[in-house]
């Protein structure tokens, strides 16, 4: 139901804009690595016990529209609906030097609807910001709590004409990793991307 209303409300945001503006679009695809910054639950201050965390890597496959609302103005606006899959391991124990108590691989799918606003700096060279608001659908491994993030993106790439590639940066605001033996956890990425416009 989530899923649907996220869908139907991306739709609705981007309707006005996609008739009113010159725009591009194409497919993009991405992997990327990054940190899971995560304290451990309150119940397990004071056992010893320490988790250690291996953000594994992230990937993402969708749909980009760009848009150039203002014929004067050089300033475009990305917008993107994707769907990926994040893959983390944690391993839980008295120290690294001895056996772990308790270890699990994490897989977590999720859907994003980004907006970005872009500026040309030179010849192919842009850069861009914005926000990525995503939502979890499927948790494997550690299943968490909560399920919605709204990470703060930013990101620099160059285009070639037939195909842009762009590195950037998503970090991570809400607490989107709560488990029984992880009080709060955030993403921090970063990834790289490709762009084939159409």
Request: proline fraction near 5%; aromatic fraction near 14%.
């Amino acid at each position: 139901m989530k899923i649907k209303f996220l869908v139907l409300l991306a739709v609705f945001c981007m309707a006005p804009a996609l008739s009113q503006a010159q725009t591009e679009s194409g497919i993009v695809v991405g992997g990327g690595i990054g940190s899971l910054r995560a304290d451990i639950n309150p119940s397990f201050v004071g056992t010893g016990i320490v988790n250690k965390i291996d953000y594994k890597a992230a990937f993402s496959a969708g749909y980009r529209f760009r848009l150039h609302p203002l014929a004067a103005s050089p300033l475009f606006l990305d917008l993107d609906a994707a769907l990926g899959l994040k893959l983390w391991h944690s391993d839980y124990g008295q120290s690294s030097l001895e056996p772990s108590q308790y270890e699990v691989s994490s897989q977590y799918y999720f859907v994003a609807a980004s907006g970005m606003v872009g500026y040309p700096l030179y010849k192919g060279l842009r850069v861009a910001a914005g926000i990525e608001p995503t939502y979890y659908f499927r948790q494997n491994g550690e299943d968490s709590k909560n399920s919605f993030d709204i990470p703060l993106a930013g990101k620099i790439a160059y285009n070639f004409k037939i195909v842009e590639i762009g590195v950037s940066y998503k970090h991570g605001l809400m607490n989107v990793v709560k488990t029984g033996h992880i009080d709060s956890g955030k993403f921090r990425d970063w990834q790289l991307s490709v762009w084939i416009p159409f």
